[in-house]
């Protein structure tokens, strides 16, 4: 058990409504949006500017995107056909939809629903390919995975899939006859009474909307970014969905509260919710993610039964935590600056207050740094959406060059390169953090000749060639 508190919701609404703005200042973030509940009471707070450029203000109501937390609702959205009877987690994928290829014909045919939810499914994730507005564009996605290549067996490995959830998304939409935006209206907004859920910028726009903002040069001062929203054949995964924390935190009382709506209606069949938070796969000691995954959820260990999921959009990030031990949802929405710095004050400061939890501390380079094999790790590992080059100098410091590719290219990324030291057995860190996060970079595998086969970095990266 987690230690009791004597603090109240209520004080915690008051700290967030006080600190938030110096916070935002302290961490260079334009805006943000809190709101935190333990049963039926909620408390929110927001604070800075919706835009820098058209300089809104944020308010409680304003809509930020969720960005990759949708994936949570697009597994919700699978179990809801499970419960039904329609989905078994265990069958092949093409049992739903027979048109699946990828680029592996004997993984196409044994990938799972369970292993597509718990992305152990092997193939190349970060798949973006913008295949139109229109209501085909799910449709139309899965057409463009026939050569995507296989990079582990399937149920092999965790590897953190986008493309895997946009299967999914596509798997809801045969199976209910009808657009994954309609099925999240049908399914999920509608029951939960989430007034500011948008599935599309068509819905956003009526709302207060933020922007996300980004750096166009190192050092440069934040700009709001020129595109809203990635492509709609992500959705599933996380490109479109936007809302208040507020309809965040509503959705996560659908998992605290046994799959049942503030109405009393049940939206998930009693004990789907719990099952959704057991552990399917343990992750390399990356610390920047949780321990295990779930059917959709991030799971990390420790007291208080602890899970959420992580977003990022266009210079959005957006974070839910949920304690079942303390029915205690926690959300946070932000676009641009510094968002994980502002998590640790913000999130951490509701956990130890409302759940006696202290939360993880991120990964920072150490000091003394620890030994590194460089023959092991040194080389090109190759993806669909960047190379990255990992090489020795001649003091032998440790260098990654990150070289993007479209479509990420087309979004304003640009090379970048940074040292690497040593953080542990097979895992080396970024001296240079981005947006205030060191992501550790593990090694793992065997190329055959003593040399790592994948970088890991919540996705497998391959060596080229391996």
């Known amino acids: 058990m987690t230690s009791a508190t004597t603090t109240t919701v209520e004080q915690v609404g008051t700290w967030l409504r006080e600190r938030l703005p110096a916070l935002l200042a302290e961490h260079d973030v334009p805006a943000a949006a809190v709101a935190v509940s333990v049963g039926t009471e909620v408390v929110e707070a927001a604070a800075g500017l919706l835009s820098r450029a058209t300089r809104v203000e944020a308010t409680p109501d304003s809509v930020f995107q969720i960005g990759s937390v949708t994936k949570v609702w697009t597994a919700t959205l699978v179990m809801q056909l499970v419960d039904e009877g329609t989905v078994d987690l265990d069958a092949p994928v093409r049992a739903y939809l027979p048109d699946l290829r990828l680029g592996d014909e004997s993984a196409a045919a044994a990938i799972t629903v369970r292993q597509l939810l718990a992305h152990t499914a092997g193939f190349e994730g970060d798949v973006f390919t913008d295949t139109g507005r229109g209501d085909d564009a799910l449709q139309t996605y899965l057409g463009e995975l026939a050569g995507v290549e296989q990079l582990f067996a399937p149920g092999e490995l965790f ?22 935006d309609q099925c999240l209206t049908d399914h999920l907004i509608t029951p939960l009474g989430l007034a500011t859920a948008s599935p599309s910028p068509y819905e956003a726009i009526v709302h207060r909307v933020a922007v996300g903002h980004v750096t166009p040069a190192p050092g440069a001062e934040q700009v709001p970014a020129p595109v809203w929203a990635m492509v709609r054949s992500n959705a599933p995964a996380g490109s479109m969905l936007a809302m208040s ?45 949780g321990d295990a995954w779930g059917l959709g959820w991030e799971l990390f260990d420790g007291p208080g039964g602890v899970h959420g999921h992580d977003g990022n959009t266009i210079g959005q990030a957006s974070f839910l935590r949920l304690v079942p031990e303390h029915d205690l949802a926690v959300a946070l929405l932000t676009n641009g600056g510094n968002p994980y710095a502002l998590y640790a004050d ?7 207050e409302l759940a006696g939890l202290e939360p993880r501390t991120l ?53 970048e390169r940074t040292e ?20 550790p970079h593990v090694f793992l595998g065997d190329d055959g000749s003593g040399r790592a086969r994948f970088l890991h970095l919540g996705r497998a990266v391959r060596r080229a060639g391996a």
């Open 159 to 180: 590897s953190y899939n986008n493309a895997g959830y946009c299967v999914l998304g596509r798997l809801v939409e045969v199976l209910r006859g009808k657009p994954y």
């Open 245 to 289: 924390a507020r309809d965040l935190v509503g959705f996560g009382r659908l998992h605290l509260a046994d799959g049942r709506a503030p109405d009393g209606t049940q939206v998930l069949a009693p004990g789907t919710a719990a099952a959704m938070r057991e552990p399917q796969v343990r992750l390399p000691e990356l610390r920047v993610l």
């Open 346 to 352: 913000v999130v951490g400061h509701v956990l130890r």
């Open 363 to 415: 990964p920072t380079p150490p000091a003394d740094p620890a030994p590194v094999d460089a023959t092991r790790v040194t080389g090109t590992y190759e993806s669909l959406v960047y190379d990255l080059v990992v090489s020795t100098d001649e003091q032998d410091r440790i260098w990654l060059q990150v070289v993007p590719k479209d479509p990420l290219v087309e979004m304003g990324e640009t090379p």
């Open 420 to 439: 690497l030291v040593g953080l542990g057995p097979d895992a080396l860190i970024p001296v240079q953090g981005q947006m205030g996060l060191h992501v």
